[in-house]
């Protein structure tokens, strides 16, 4: 069931104050209390009469009794609250079996439905009709709840009104907000019950669960307009967006986002929270409406600045492919308006743009600015990304152990699965490969033990492939371990890339599988430059350099690197263009990557590196 911020029901306090009002109730009972046997003979002769001792001993024990009662029932809730719902669930069950109460009975119930324990549900509602063969009102509630759970749409609608005439508020948004989930999980139910839920939200205007109901059923039934004006009567009550907002919002943006669009369109969002406006912004953006989205928010901008909205619109000009300038301007807006978290988020961020862009000084400065408690790890994970990317390989391999020290292991933005990727990737880059063989191993025999191990082993035997290949010359190896990757991870595009192009490397191999798996990769990453590269030096060891041109071109426009450069580098010298080659040979000696396949490229074909300049296509 959909839920508020945690806090403990109404109608809980209502149950505990029951109890705890009826402690002090006791005496008049006790007067019939039967005496314990041996009462008589344990006394001694005082100021009260043995009756009078009997009585006082009675009425205690009915005070501890309904103690241990409310006790029992507060550790219920208490497991609820940490998630041990069965726990709760059997408690409220036991409860109800003991004292016959059908406020007890109630609770259970609807702990039950919202749990989704429809068996248990039932089972309660049955012990609660032998306890209360007369139902009252709250038995009359959860016999609708068990019709409406149970598809019984002709009840359902039948007593909407009446079981919500005789509830205080609590119960009616609990009521509206089951409507809500089951109006979710069954579709016909708005096409029976949807006017009723209309008509009877209508009566409940200062009510935010009405109003999602209202939301939700009108969406489904197709009444824009309804949908349209209850979403404004939401918006009004709820201006932060608590759970059961967003998940309609979610649902509405999913199913029937031109509703969304239109509510948008027809609400003076000026008159909205922030967060509404934020969402705004977010909606146009899921349409594909990017310019939109950044003319509306530059409009936002100019009427109440905040860190949240320059942080989004950073997020925009990144979509928007805008200069880095232009997305480090907006962060930077973004860290001096903002909370310390908001300022975090934003050198996050920018520590990714800007190591994305290469520009890594400023990338260290962002990461630097971290200082938040929930992105520890975050700002680990970066540190560790960020000398990777500059080929620092100890200094990232160092950076990734001290980050897998660290007691929690999820940051906001990353979790440990990313950070083991970017140990395995230093780690396969490790100047002594031999020792680097030893600890993949030593991973891959520990993670295929492990139940839930094969994400990382795929991982594992993706990064020692890639020291067999690159490091050691074993080709052989490399393709039995990347196999092994794709029986993990089938039709994954890298993988099938690595596995083509490492059988390229053969003294003899297959052609038509080598190329028939780079052709698969690129049909499913058509821009992925690795790609172009291997596609683009299959064709030419296939013999046609006309064709491997154009993909060796896009590759070295996208990812100049040394090898990318050996190739295209080839295959213009292939086709006369002996000039524009050693320019290509000249950039590739300036860049990353494998400079040694350069130079020996370069000697086999008597190449000599003329002044770099740019590459034509």
Avoid: C
């Avoid at 492939?465 to 990347?482: E, G, R, S």
């Amino acid at each position: 069931m959909f839920v508020w911020k945690t806090r403990v029901r109404p109608m809980v306090l209502a149950l505990l104050l029951f109890y705890t009002g009826n402690v002090y109730a006791a005496t008049a009972d006790a007067e019939t209390a039967t005496l314990p046997e041996g009462w008589k003979t344990i006394s001694k002769p005082g100021r009260y009469s043995d009756e009078e001792r009997a009585s006082e001993y009675a009425r205690r024990s009915v005070i501890v009794e309904r103690a241990n009662d409310v006790f029992t029932l507060l550790g219920g809730e208490m497991a609820l609250q940490k998630g041990e719902a069965g726990t709760a669930l059997a408690t409220y069950m036991v409860m109800l079996d003991r004292t016959k109460d059908p406020e007890v009975a109630e609770r259970a119930m609807d702990m039950a439905v919202s749990l989704h324990a429809y068996g248990q549900a039932e089972a309660i509602y049955q012990k609660w009709r032998e306890i209360e063969p007369e139902p009252g009102e709250a038995q009359k509630r959860m016999a609708w709840t068990r019709a409406l759970v149970s598809g019984d749409t002709d009840y359902t609608a039948r007593n909407l009104n009446a079981v919500l005439e005789h509830a205080n508020d609590a119960q009616v948004g609990r009521m509206f907000l089951l409507l809500s989930q089951m109006g979710v999980q069954q579709p016909d139910l708005a096409k029976e019950v949807g006017r009723g839920v209309h008509k009877a939200a209508a009566k409940y205007q200062e009510m935010p669960e009405a109003a999602i109901a209202d939301v939700i059923f009108s969406a489904q039934r197709g009444k824009e307009k309804d949908a349209v004006k209850a979403l404004q009567r939401l918006a009004r009550l709820d201006a932060e967006i608590l759970p059961p907002t967003e998940l309609t919002l979610r649902l509405v943006a999913q199913r029937r986002p031109e509703m969304l669009n239109r509510f948008f369109n027809e609400t003076n969002t000026q008159n909205l929270s922030p967060v509404w406006q934020e969402l705004e912004i977010s909606s146009l953006v899921a349409s594909g409406q990017i310019d939109r989205a950044y003319s509306r928010l530059q409009a936002l901008l100019g009427q109440n600045p905040n860190a949240d909205l320059y942080i989004q619109a950073a997020l925009l000009s990144v979509a928007r492919q805008d200069d880095l300038q232009v997305v480090n301007g907006y962060l930077d807006k973004a860290y001096t308006y903002g909370t310390q978290e908001q300022q975090s988020r934003a050198a996050v961020i920018g520590a990714m743009r800007n190591a994305d862009a290469k520009a890594f000084a400023p990338a260290r400065a962002w990461t630097d600015k971290i200082t938040a408690a929930d992105y520890v790890f975050d700002k680990a994970v970066l540190r560790a990304s960020i000398d990777a990317e500059q080929g620092n390989w100890r200094d990232a391999l160092a950076q990734a152990r001290r980050a897998q020290r660290l007691p929690e292991q999820q940051g906001r933005f990353f979790g440990a699965q990313d950070l083991q990727r970017v140990y395995l990737f230093v780690l396969a880059k490790h100047d002594n490969p031999k020792q680097a063989l030893a600890e993949l191993d030593a991973l891959a025999a520990a993670a295929a033990k492990q139940p839930d191990g094969q994400a990382q082993l795929a991982d594992i035997l993706y990064q020692r492939a890639m020291v067999y290949a690159d490091k050691l010359q074993q080709p052989q190896k490399a393709i039995a371990d990347l196999r092994r990757y794709l029986e993990i991870n089938p039709n994954n595009a890298g993988g099938m890339n690595a596995l083509g192009y490492t059988m390229l490397l053969l003294p003899a191999f297959d052609m038509d599988e080598a190329f028939g798996l780079i052709q698969a990769a690129y049909q499913l990453e058509p821009e992925s430059p690795a790609i172009n590269d291997s596609i683009g030096w299959a064709y030419y060891l296939k013999g046609d350099a006309a064709a491997a041109l154009p993909y060796l071109q896009y590759a070295f426009e996208k990812y100049p690197d040394a090898e990318v450069a050996a190739h295209l580098g080839e295959v213009l010298w292939h086709l006369g263009e002996q000039r524009q080659a050693e320019a290509v040979f000249a950039q590739g000696l300036q860049s990353e990557g494998n400079v040694n396949l350069l130079k020996r490229t370069m000697q086999r074909l008597g190449a000599k590196p003329a002044p770099a300049r740019s590459v034509q296509k």
